[in-house]
């Protein structure tokens, strides 16, 4: 008997937006299954302990990353797939380096908490300077050179409490880290402060992430800044206009490395060659443990063939599991993979990606056409009583976006799907010491796996 799920998604290609998601009894069966198997069976609370206390943290090109590579093979070897293999590709190296403090200059200076931001060069030796404080990146532009030149910018734009999804608060301020090092620069800028990515206003860890520079600007240092001493640093200066800080970070950049995806699939039944994609990235920031970041979607990822393994499952589509590596800094992992699935012919049908932290999960955001994205949305009518109501269009994922680029889709009708768990708590602990084994709630992480595996369920 066709399962629901697989009568959904072929509905999506074949018939109109009217027709009806319906399910048997069996189908229901199943899927309750699925769920009890997560639940009482699941191994995948387990398995990111292991990640997060026998490897740790895990930033592409370090000692601890290809531990990571090694621990991720082991695990899908041991789940009796139908093939586990490493995909090579090559990752940046940077290493935050073994200095790393800032302090306002004061009678008795106070010490700041930052967190350098990842691809940042070093300070060369302590360097101070006066802080300017800014809002934005266009406000830098319109102080102009007379004010930014020989100073430290300091970003301090919030994330904005309001909207409901802390995602959108977190792209709404992005940008000051990721490119406001190259935009002061063009001023005269020696430095940058950023407040960091966080919700918490007392927060006392700074939070990392990635920053890039424009090639034709000066590179700077870069640090994040707790959102706790952002805040102290602000009052500093409205006491003080000519408030300076000194600056010691020695962060560098080395030369590309070579790592691996790892992957690992069950072959289709009836059409091998078409692709379910399902995973998570491997690598961490080089702080805390990478515990909500990415470590549940990986574990998520190969749970979700350990229970269909368990279940006696036979797909009528290859389902393929993969652990990406480099989503950090740079997505190289994601990019080799789909240059070298378009350079094999590969039809992937169905993608979907975990990378939003191991907290309850609510349903899934869905890149595709129109038509596809209504007929998904009538999945809430069965899914909703495991607590998935969340069928919306929307971005599915860093890891697996590269399927979906002009030069590497060979399939138009590619359904992109990323699981969308409940995200107040994410930013409290994402890319900071905070992101621990201890943050994640076991319950919650183990229903995130039973989500994806009833999401890809087909006959």
């Known amino acids: 008997m066709r399962s629901f799920i697989s009568f959904c998604f072929l509905c999506i290609l074949i018939f109109p937006v009217s027709a009806q998601v319906s399910t048997t009894n069996d189908d229901s069966i199943f899927i309750r299954n699925i769920f009890d198997q997560a639940l009482v069976h699941g191994e995948c609370y387990e398995n990111l302990e292991h990640l997060c206390k026998d490897v740790g943290h895990r930033l592409s090109g370090s000692k601890e990353a290809e531990k990571a590579v090694v621990w991720g093979k082991k695990v ?76 430290i910018v300091f970003y301090n734009r919030p994330m904005d409490p309001k909207p409901i999804s802390t995602f959108q608060s977190y792209g709404g ?43 034709e600007v000066n590179k700077i240092p870069a640090v994040a800044v707790s959102t706790r001493d952002a805040n102290l640093l602000h009052q500093h200066m409205q006491k003080n206009a000519s408030t300076e800080v000194v600056l010691n970070v020695n962060a560098h950049n080395n030369e590309h490395v070579e790592s691996s995806n790892v992957i690992g699939e069950i072959k289709g039944s009836v059409y091998p060659d078409k692709v379910i994609v399902i995973g998570g ?3 961490s920031w080089d702080v805390g443990e990478g515990a909500h970041d990415d470590g549940a979607g990986v574990v998520h990822s190969m749970e979700v063939l350990r229970i269909l393994k368990a279940l006696n499952y036979t797909p009528r589509y290859t389902i393929r599991v993969v652990l990406f590596m480099n989503e950090e800094n740079g997505n190289m992992g994601g990019k080799g993979y789909a240059a070298k ?10 993608a979907l990606e975990s990378d939003r932290g191991g907290f309850s999960p609510r349903g899934f955001n869905i890149k595709a056409d129109s038509n596809q994205v209504d007929f998904v949305r009538q999945f809430r009518k069965v899914l909703e009583a495991y607590g998935l109501h969340h069928f919306e269009p929307g971005y599915a994922g860093v890891d697996i976006s590269p399927l979906d680029t002009k030069e590497n889709n060979v399939n138009p009708d590619l359904i992109m799907m990323g699981l969308v768990p409940d995200s107040q708590r994410y930013f409290d602990y994402h890319h900071s010491n905070a992101d621990v084994f201890e943050s994640v709630n076991k319950r919650e992480l183990e229903l995130g796996s039973g989500a994806m595996a009833t999401i890809i369920y087909n006959k």
């Open 76 to 151: 899908m070897d041991g789940l009796g797939l139908d093939r586990v293999y490493l995909q090579s590709i090559d990752v940046p190296f940077w290493e935050r380096g073994d200095i790393e403090t800032a302090a306002i200059k004061s009678d008795k200076d106070i010490e700041l908490s930052i967190r350098t931001l990842g691809g940042s060069v070093g300070t060369n030796g302590p360097m101070q300077g006066r802080v300017v404080e800014v809002s934005s990146l266009e406000e830098v532009a319109k102080l102009g050179k007379e004010t930014i030149e020989g100073k």
């Open 173 to 215: 301020c992005v940008d000051q880290r990721y490119a406001g090092a190259s935009v002061a620069a063009q001023y005269g800028a020696i430095a940058v402060l950023v407040r960091s990515m966080s919700l918490l206003e007392d927060d006392e860890h700074a939070h990392t992430g990635s920053m890039g520079y424009k090639p």
């Open 281 to 283: 990235h491997l690598d």
């Open 341 to 350: 699935a378009k350079a094999n012919n590969e039809n992937h049908v169905i």
